[in-house]
T-cell receptor
Framework: TQLLEQSPQFLSIQEGENLTVYCNSS?????LQWYRQEPGEGPVLLVT?????EVKKLKRLTFQFGDARKDSSLHITAAQPGDTGLYLC??????????FGKGTLLTVNP | NAGVTQTPKFRVLKTGQSMTLLCAQD?????MYWYRQDPGMGLRLIHY???????AKGEVPDGYNVSRLKKQNFLLGLESAAPSQTSVYFC????????????FGPGTRLTVL
């Protein structure tokens, strides 16, 4: 069974601060995705990383896939209240199904 | 496009009752999934379908059945609800199993008393 560990589980910061969220596994994934989920809604895909060492930027969000394709990080620069939500990482295994981490609940206070 | 829709949005059942959750997508996706989300447990796959007329078991299939009679619809059934099935249920669809980027519905919050 492939497991994804996310850290931290909870994060509360002030507007304007930077933060990094981690997603780690002992398993290799074909690709890794990051989703954001707001209260009462379903997860929404932010990005997919495929190649080891890959870095993708989405405005103030920077996503990195580890060289060995076992881990990933999400860095947010100058966080805003609109960034508040549950951030989920999901790894695609060899069977094409996704394994989700338990998520990082981010609160950005104005 | 409505994307992925789920009905109902909320439901309260008594132990032993049955119900069906409906998921519909208008993106012509081949692959559809049912997940449950519980506090501290993350999203867990219940059943999935790789095309019309096909279904397969996921990580936590016990107590649930599914059907995919039409490409755009994926139904999740609870034959005899139990309190352990209290959860938020999400349906998702994807256009390809490569990368498997999934589009989620808004969820159904189910409480079993």
């Amino acid at each position: 069974t492939q497991l994804l560990e996310q850290s931290p589980q909870f994060l509360s910061i002030q507007e304007g601060e930077n933060l990094t969220v981690y997603c780690n596994s002992s398993s290799v994934f074909s690709s890794l995705q990051w989703y954001r989920q707001e209260p009462g809604e379903g997860p929404v895909l932010l990005v997919t990383v495929v190649t080891g060492g890959e870095v993708k930027k989405l405005k103030r969000l920077t996503f990195q896939f580890g060289d060995a394709r076992k881990d990933s990080s999400l860095h947010i620069t100058a966080a805003q209240p609109g960034d508040t939500g549950l951030y989920l990482c999901a790894g695609e295994g060899s069977n094409y199904k996704l394994t989700f981490g338990k998520g990082t609940l981010l609160t950005v206070n104005p | 496009n409505a994307g992925v829709t789920q009905t109902p949005k909320f439901r309260v059942l008594k132990t032993g009752q049955s119900m069906t959750l409906l998921c519909a997508q208008d993106m012509n996706h081949e692959y559809m999934y049912w997940y449950r989300q519980d506090p501290g447990m993350g999203l867990r796959l219940i059943h999935y379908s790789v095309g019309e007329g096909t279904t397969a078991k996921g990580e936590v299939p016990d107590g649930y059945n599914v059907s995919r009679l039409k490409k755009q619809n994926f139904l999740l059934g609870l034959e005899s609800a139990a309190p352990s099935q209290t959860s938020v249920y999400f349906c998702a669809s994807s256009y390809s199993q490569v990368y498997n980027e999934q589009f989620f519905g808004p969820g159904t919050r189910l409480t079993v008393l």
